[in-house]
T-cell receptor
Framework: GNSVTQMEGPVTLSEEAFLTINCTYTATGYPSLFWYVQYPGEGLQLLLKATKADDKGSNKGFEATYRKETTSFHLEKGSVQVSDSAVYFCALSEGDSGYALNFGKGTSLLVTP | DTAVSQTPKYLVTQMGNDKSIKCEQNLGHDTMYWYKQDSKKFLKIMFSYNNKELIINETVPNRFSPKSPDKAHLNLHINSLELGDSAVYFC??????????FGSGTRLTVV
């Protein structure tokens, strides 16, 4: 089977700090990798994705690179804002799992002014 | 237009009751899913349907029964509700591994 491991939270940062949320995965084949964000009281929004090795996904200042050699997909942002406070989920999808997303446990981020 | 809509948004019910959550997508996607998010925010796949055919059925009590009348709809029926069923249930759809879109969730509270 496949699995996703992401760093435990909560993560608390000051505004304009650098953010890294680690994510590693195990998979039998060549999965697609995703980062989702969940703001308080809301549903899940796709933040970025990458479908093959060395692809870099980016959106809203966030980026993550699909590293096959280290089976990682770490999320980074150079300067976080208070509005980035949310729960971030790393996920993968493989064809042999019927394309269902397999999520990590989520990392809660709190950005303070 | 909401791409994936699920109703109701909130559902409070007593133990032992039977309830349903409805989901509809207008994206033309072939695959629909139900996910459960527990109190610790952990998200887990429950079911997946592709063109009305069940393709994933994770270890879920058989009190949970999905029904897909057509590929745009995937409803979740829950019999004999238990306290542990309290969670947020998310419907989603995709076209293969592309275009995953989630509904806004149904918060189920069993009292």
């Amino acid at each position: 089977g496949n699995s996703v491991t992401q760093m435990e939270g909560p993560v608390t940062l000051s505004e304009e700090a650098f953010l890294t949320i680690n994510c590693t995965y195990t998979a039998t084949g060549y999965p697609s990798l995703f980062w989702y964000v969940q703001y308080p009281g809301e549903g899940l929004q796709l933040l970025l994705k990458a479908t093959k090795a060395d692809d870099k996904g980016s959106n809203k200042g966030f980026e993550a690179t699909y590293r096959k050699e280290t089976t990682s997909f770490h999320l980074e942002k150079g300067s976080v804002q208070v509005s980035d406070s949310a729960v971030y989920f790393c996920a993968l999808s493989e064809g042999d799992s019927g394309y269902a997303l397999n999520f990590g446990k989520g990392t809660s981020l709190l950005v303070t002014p | 237009d909401t791409a994936v809509s699920q109703t109701p948004k909130y559902l409070v019910t007593q133990m032992g009751n039977d309830k349903s959550i409805k989901c509809e997508q207008n994206l033309g996607h072939d695959t629909m899913y139900w996910y459960k998010q527990d109190s610790k925010k952990f998200l887990k796949i429950m079911f997946s349907y592709n063109n009305k055919e069940l393709i994933i059925n994770e270890t879920v009590p058989n009190r949970f029964s999905p029904k897909s009348p057509d590929k745009a709809h995937l409803n979740l029926h829950i019999n004999s509700l238990e306290l542990g069923d309290s969670a947020v249930y998310f419907c989603a759809s995709s076209q293969g591994q592309r275009g995953y879109t989630f509904g806004s969730g149904t918060r189920l509270t069993v009292v």
